[in-house]
């Protein structure tokens, strides 16, 4: 009694293997790694509006580690019952403290990419590891235009007074909030929507 010899079959091209993920189900480990990631920045998004002033806080000792460090001011961040104050000067004491009060936060701009970024990552097609580096460089983007928005606050408001806090904090750092959120968002929205190479060889027949 003999038995049939069968040959292996071919495997097939690495594109047709592509494409069976991209109009199939998603990788293992997309899935998994989107699993993961999607809840933790729908919490991030709840933590953001229910535990702002904690981050508010936050924030503002970022901000007082860089005016001290970037411009060597002697700084004083205090607690206060509705936002954090910051007090900067030089030798000859402290001028007029600055509040991080909620819409001044870049807390208002993170929760709501916190929260497409979780429900896409929950329920989209996208690539988990495209979706996680749109928010990481938007959000980076956001926190990192209000850091400079706050030290700028102070910089000209330690130099020219009333006056320099007056214009930079009503109309150029409010421009500049403006300016960053809507750059942040199209920067997020591009990555996530982009077709790479790699991508249309994968989708090719």
Partial sequence: MTADVY??????????????????????SG??????????????????????RAYRFREMAAAQWFVSHGLGLRTLLLESPDAPVLYAGGAGGFGRGI???TGCSSALLIAPLAL?????LLFGTRRPTRVLLGFALAAGLV???NLGRLA?????????????FGWTHVLFGSLLMMAAGLVALLLFLFLITRTSTRDTEAGAP
Avoid: N
């Avoid at 495997?11 to 293992?28: D, F, I, T, W």
């Avoid at 497409?116 to 896409?120: F, H, S």
């Fill in 31 to 52: 899935r998994v790694l989107a699993g993961v990631t999607g809840p933790l920045l729908l919490g991030l998004c709840g933590f953001l509006v229910v535990g702002e």
């Fill in 116 to 120: 497409l970024a979780g429900v896409l």
């Fill in 143 to 145: 926190v990192a235009a």
């Fill in 99 to 101: 509040a991080l009060s």
């Fill in 152 to 164: 700028l606050i102070v910089a000209m408001q330690h130099r020219y007074g009333d006056e320099g």
């Fill in 7 to 28: 040959p292996q079959p071919a495997r097939p091209p690495g594109p047709a293997r592509r494409q069976l993920s991209r109009h199939g189900r998603a990788p293992l």
